[in-house]
């Protein structure tokens, strides 16, 4: 069994004060949980703040973007080395509102997942089709594009070390989310993906979350799948309780597997 990451992304939301006090009460909470890897993603300007709340725990800290290069004329971006030095080992990249509403395509994906690991940051790749492309039965193939150019002339070290989740974006914010059978379909076949590309060594190695709309009643059954070894956390990583529950789930799982 992979070791489950449960993350949460904070996306825009909270004050200052909410970031601070929602990582110092999630590192209360979850003091003492092992066998499981817990992420916080807050907003890039309340990294460093969070990192002084999180520092000498075993959460990890994460950016929820960055650029792929290191300096410029890049008004408004973050580089790698930047979110590095305010205390962040992760970031998310290629999230579908980053693709959707910012525009980032394939290739931009890849060229930030190349800058991630040349800067020794573990990226959460995300992927995931659009409800019209899961009702025209095209689901398998925007997930092979993206996988494919996602990774495009990354080394096979660096693939087996990555986090990949899939996210439906038919299921993001929205309350609907897939079935687990849904989601275990698509996670076994990105998982073939991986062995046919890179090898079976390196698709066992991936661990692959789960996003949209977990809540703490359907994280079990969600986690309980197979190729299902973590979970990307949108609404229900703003509260303390929401998130905190849903971590116990994934240790309880690790506890005593299903
Ligand atoms: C997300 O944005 O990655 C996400 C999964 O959001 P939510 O849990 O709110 O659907």
């Keep these: 069994m992979l070791r489950p990451f449960i993350a949460g992304n904070w996306k825009m939301n909270l004050t200052l004060k909410e970031s601070k006090d929602l990582a110092g009460s999630i590192r209360a909470d979850i003091e003492g949980m092992q066998g499981v890897d817990v992420g916080a993603f807050p907003p890039s300007v309340f990294l460093e703040s969070v990192y002084s709340v999180l ?17 410029g004329a890049f008004t408004g971006e973050v580089s ?61 193939k925007v997930i092979e594009k993206q996988l494919k150019t996602g990774l495009e002339g990354l080394k096979p070290d660096d693939v087996s070390m990555l986090t990949i989740a899939y996210e439906p974006v038919w299921a993001i914010g929205t309350g609907k989310n897939a079935t687990p059978a849904q989601a275990q379909e698509v996670h076994g076949h990105i998982r ?67």
């Design 80 to 140: 790698g080395s930047m979110i590095k030095d305010v205390g962040c080992t992760h970031v998310i990249l290629g999230h579908s509102e980053r693709r959707h509403i910012f525009g980032e395509t394939d290739s931009m994906i890849n060229l930030k997942l190349r800058a991630a690991f040349a800067r020794g940051i573990m990226p959460i790749f995300c992927l995931g089709e659009r409800l019209e492309e899961r009702e025209s039965g095209k689901t398998f």
């Design 192 to 258: 073939a993906l991986l062995e046919e590309s890179h090898g079976e060594d390196v698709s066992t190695r991936v661990r692959i979350q789960y996003g949209g709309s977990v809540k703490p009643d359907n994280a079990a059954e969600i986690l309980a799948q197979p190729d299902i070894n973590g979970l990307l956390i949108g609404g229900a990583s703003l509260k303390k309780d929401s998130f905190c529950k849903i971590v116990s789930v994934a240790f309880e799982q690790v506890r005593s597997p299903v």
């Design 55 to 71: 520092k000498g725990s075993s959460i990890i800290l994460g950016a929820q973007n960055m650029h792929w290069e290191d300096n």
